[in-house]
């Protein structure tokens, strides 16, 4: 960041700020609701980190008060973010109950331990911010699906890759374009295969998710269907929502077709089917 700024040249405090927001602070953040219980001594130092480089995007001196560079750049303390941090794992944690340490959050504390816990700083936030916080929690909707299911058999094939389609991301959207539709042309022609595209959002992807499918028979019928993902619910979720729907179509299918292809942009979840280390119950 020093390199990038100067007195009368260089770069301005914007993209100070962006260097450091989208480059230092995520590799000092990560996991820190897992090791938030480290001691202060640790912590500090990467105060110190966010402090020297609020004074790189302001210009300030040393002696500028941290809370004013705070205010001036617009950047929250990291113990702050680090809290808010917590808070929302503790969250996740109680809407997951397949997760490990769901249970542990049903114990009481062990305030023997010399070191707080995780459930020790989260169950203190709570009653920190009890005044901000719901008294009354809503019923917790799980945020995962309450049933997986498998395509690891015989017969059944995953593609991550487009041939031709590098992953520098430079390639013109034509190009793009015109690589998939010869793919799909050679290996998954449209007089031979069903063509299944799913796709799925949430609002502001932690809400509201929905999941859309678009089946392209090879005598040309085609069909489209819709269907909610959950309240709370992820992209990733919607997406899987999509497929999940799409082989439940296909299985129900008093005719079900040969050669099925399913075409989705979310590669994670090809990735997830793909895995040999999980089990899922089949659909």
Not at 177 to 200: F, P, Q
Not at 232 to 254: C, F, M, V
């Amino acid at each position: 960041m020093k390199k990038l700024a100067g007195t009368k040249w260089g770069a301005n405090n914007t993209i100070l700020k962006q260097v450091y927001t989208g480059n230092i602070r995520p590799v000092m953040e990560y996991g820190s609701s897992a090791w938030a219980t480290a001691a202060q001594t640790n912590t500090s130092r990467l105060a110190k980190v966010q402090n020297t480089s609020m004074r790189i995007i302001t210009g300030g001196l040393k002696t500028t008060p941290i809370i004013t560079l705070e205010a001036t750049t617009g950047l929250a303390p990291l113990d702050t973010r680090r809290e808010e941090k917590i808070l929302i794992q503790h969250e996740k944690l109680q809407r997951l109950p397949s997760h490990p340490a769901h249970q542990q959050l049903q114990e009481p504390t062990k305030n023997r331990l010399k070191r707080s816990s995780f459930n020790h700083l989260a169950k203190k936030l709570l009653r920190t911010h009890s005044d901000i916080l719901p008294s009354t929690p809503e019923e917790r909707e799980p945020l995962q699906d309450a049933e997986e299911w498998n395509l690891q058999q015989d017969g059944v094939f995953y593609a991550t890759d487009v041939p031709g389609v590098t992953s520098k991301g430079d390639q013109p959207d034509y190009m793009l374009k015109t690589l998939t539709l010869e793919m799909l042309h050679a290996k998954y022609n449209a007089s031979v295969w069903t063509r299944i595209y799913t796709d799925g959002s949430a609002d502001a992807a932690i809400k509201n998710g929905g999941s859309g499918i678009f089946i392209s028979h090879p005598d040309g019928h085609t069909s489209t269907h819709s269907l909610p993902a959950g309240g709370r619910s992820s992209n990733y979720r919607a997406e899987l929502t999509a497929l999940r729907e799409a082989a439940r179509l296909i299985k129900a299918d008093q005719h079900p077709p040969e050669y099925v292809v399913f075409l989705t942009d979310c590669r994670s979840a090809i990735q997830k089917l793909q895995s040999p280390m999980v089990n899922f119950i089949s659909v």
